[in-house]
């Protein structure tokens, strides 16, 4: 091994920078980005405009409304997990494959990632540096809809404090952040799932549109498979299947089945995808 | 270099295993547990008097009946569903229904029962003793029961071995119809757990075929204390609270037999004959939207006791009479006929 990369341990050893500077460093690198900043803010749009949605229309009369938004009426709390669970469809996943396709693939097609490759920072401290910046998108995504989606449910709908479970009990309101924390704790999960796998594709490509393309494609794909009856038995496998779990917490008392199972499946993507994502770095010409 | 990919692969077959083994891919094989014998009337006799306490599990429904999806009956079209059960052993119980984006929940607190639908935000209240008829998605247990109390007059009853069900050890009775009954199933099979004598699967198969024709059972049991609130429901804030109508003994939602339904036969070969609620004229338009017209389900018949349309599926047989009867049994046609010729 050492034998035909020389270079990375050498280079690992020289390496005398800390790791979190270099974290901090993709973090601005990152953040400063106008591309993710207005992906941030218009993920924060989607509770804002269900809220609105909700409190222009009204309760609808018989209850009757498309799924879960119609739970949100007068019951605040429900729209973050709502929010959530709406953005995870499409819009989340876009947001961490397009963090992930900038973090090797834009770098490669910018000509950025020779200097990067070349420069005395041991590959698997590429890779870290190179996750913390899609963890981060990830992780600031679901934060921002779920407290922009507590504030609006709380503001535009109103609510009494507490959230009205699907079950028909009533939580009260710490025991309903907690509902949300996990909530969003397991989309974050679900989001590395799919983020792990867009590096990978990341970095076996130079062009960002490819990654975005096959995470994408791939999430509509994994869709239609799993509407197919006669590949039922593929279901256990995609990772499409268990992304409306997140709605179990809505559910009194809670079923973790759902969550832990999906979040089992998310941790075999991850690590899928980051063992791709590592053998490629390490094998990756400068 | 090819170092490298083999380990590489190597990762992502653990990872693929790991994936298998969590999600349950393989299928174990459910071994078959020992256990001390017994006959099959001592087996019956204890199921029949059993007292399981307080226990909550999931219970998973396999349904191949080939009945048609009727709107407001959803589970009853074929499928697999899953609803989550608590019981308090004492009258007390807690139902939930899940659905992709509501859940329908039933509490009974010995005496009220409550009905609660998260998509209409209806809760439905009613009073008045237990349903005398179990319902197997909420009470599997007690159907089960229900069913071998019924059949096992007209059955041959033993016990073929055992069986783990739900991760506990249970014996496998079996009920066939006796020569005499004419029916079109071919078995009950039930599965009935070895410490607490509870059913903890019902099978219910059809002649000429091998897959079950119903399967209902718990995916996994716990035995013990429930938290007591789990029984009582308090309606949330901002919904609809209804009153049932009082039917006596009746769940609130489902609809009572309506004067006129007689049985015919016992046992397997038992029909029910019963009267079409009247329709107005005029009204024939108004069936819910999606919902099958019963006057083009299934094929035509006419004998002595009148004409309607026949409609087979895979364990039963209806026939609906264009002057508004209606029968039904697990039988063949025959035996319908000839109940309604009575």
Redesign the interface.
């Known amino acids: 091994?050492t034998a035909?990369l020389p270079a990375p341990s050498r280079a690992a050893s020289r390496s005398h920078a800390p790791l979190s500077r270099l974290v901090a460093a993709e973090l601005r690198w990152v953040l400063r980005r106008p591309r993710t900043l207005v992906v941030l803010g218009l993920l924060a749009l989607i509770p804002v405009a269900v809220a609105i949605g909700i409190a222009a229309a009204g309760?609808p009369e018989?209850?009757?409304g498309p799924?879960?938004i119609?739970?949100v009426a007068?019951?605040g709390f429900v729209l973050p997990v709502v929010a959530l669970g709406l953005a995870l469809t499409l819009l989340l996943p876009l947001a961490v494959a397009s963090a992930a396709a900038d973090a090797v693939a834009g770098e490669a097609a910018a000509g950025t990632l020779r200097g990067l490759l070349i420069s005395p920072v041991g590959r698997m401290r590429l890779v870290v540096m190179k996750s913390a910046g899609v963890v981060t998108v990830a992780v600031l995504a679901v934060v921002i809809i779920a407290v922009v989606g507590m504030v609006a449910g709380t503001v535009v709908v109103g609510g009494?404090g507490s959230l009205?479970t699907?079950?028909?009990?009533?939580l009260g309101f710490g025991e309903a952040l907690g509902r949300i924390a996990l909530v969003a704790t397991w989309t974050v999960g679900q989001l590395l799932a799919v983020g792990a796998v867009a590096l990978a594709i990341s970095t076996l490509t130079e062009h960002p549109l490819v990654v975005l393309a096959s995470v994408l494609g791939g999430m509509i794909v994994f869709g239609v498979l799993s509407a197919i009856p006669a590949l039922e038995?593929l279901r256990?496998?995609l990772l499409t299947t268990g992304l409306?779990a997140g709605?179990?917490v809505l559910?009194d008392?809670l079923?973790l089945?759902g969550l832990a199972?999906s979040s089992?499946?998310a941790l075999?993507y991850v690590?899928?995808g980051m063992?791709?994502t590592v053998?490629r770095m390490?094998?990756r010409d400068a | 270099?090819r170092?490298?990919?083999v380990?590489?692969a190597g990762?992502?077959v653990a990872?693929?295993a790991?994936?298998a083994g969590?999600?349950?891919?393989g299928g174990t094989a459910a071994a078959q547990p020992q256990l001390p014998p017994v006959s099959p009337e001592d087996l019956v006799a204890s199921v029949m008097t059993a007292q399981p306490g307080p226990f909550n599990g999931?219970v998973g429904i396999d349904n191949e009946l080939g009945l048609p999806a009727l709107p407001g009956a959803p589970q009853l079209g074929n499928g697999s569903q899953s609803a989550?059960i608590w019981s308090g052993g004492d009258g007390k119980g807690r139902v939930?229904l899940?659905s992709?984006?509501?859940?329908k929940?039933l509490?009974s607190d010995g005496t009220t029962r409550?009905a609660?639908d998260?998509?209409?935000?209806?809760?439905t209240r009613s009073t008045g003793g237990a349903p005398e008829q179990k319902d197997p998605q909420s009470d599997p247990a007690g159907a089960a029961t229900q069913m071998i109390g019924e059949l096992r007059r007209t059955s041959q009853v033993a016990v073929d071995g055992t069986a783990e069900v739900a991760g506990r050890p249970a014996y496998q009775l079996v009920l066939t119809p006796q020569a005499s009954e004419r029916t079109l199933l071919r078995e009950v099979r039930v599965a009935v757990d070895a410490e607490k004598r509870i059913p903890l699967q019902l099978t219910v198969l059809a002649t000429g075929s091998a897959t079950p024709a119903l399967q209902v059972g718990f995916d996994d049991v716990t035995f013990g204390p429930q938290d007591p609130s789990?029984f009582t429901?308090?309606?949330?804030?901002?919904?609809?609270v209804k009153d049932a109508p009082a039917r006596e003994g009746r769940p609130d939602d489902r609809q009572g037999p309506p004067p006129g339904t007689r049985t015919v036969g016992d046992g397997w070969d038992r029909v029910i004959v019963a009267q079409r609620p009247a329709q107005q004229p005029g009204q024939e338009q108004q069936r819910p939207e999606g919902a099958p017209d019963l006057n083009a389900l299934g094929s035509p018949v006419s004998g002595p006791w009148g004409s309607g349309r026949l409609i087979s599926t895979a364990v039963g047989t209806a026939i609906v009479t264009d002057d508004g009867r209606f029968a039904a049994g697990a039988v063949p046609e025959q035996v319908l006929t000839e109940a309604l010729a009575r």
């Open positions: 091994m035909t309760a018989s209850g009757r799924g879960l119609a739970q007068g019951n009494p009205i699907l079950s028909g009990t009533t038995w256990p496998l409306t709605t179990d559910r008392p079923p089945d199972s089992l499946r075999v690590v899928v063992t791709i053998v390490r094998r | 270099m170092r490298r990919w380990g590489a990762a992502v990872a693929g790991v994936a969590v999600v349950g891919i999931t989550r939930a899940p992709g984006e509501g859940e929940t509490v409550w609660y998260a998509t209409e935000r209806t809760a789990l429901f308090t309606p949330p804030p901002g919904i609809t």
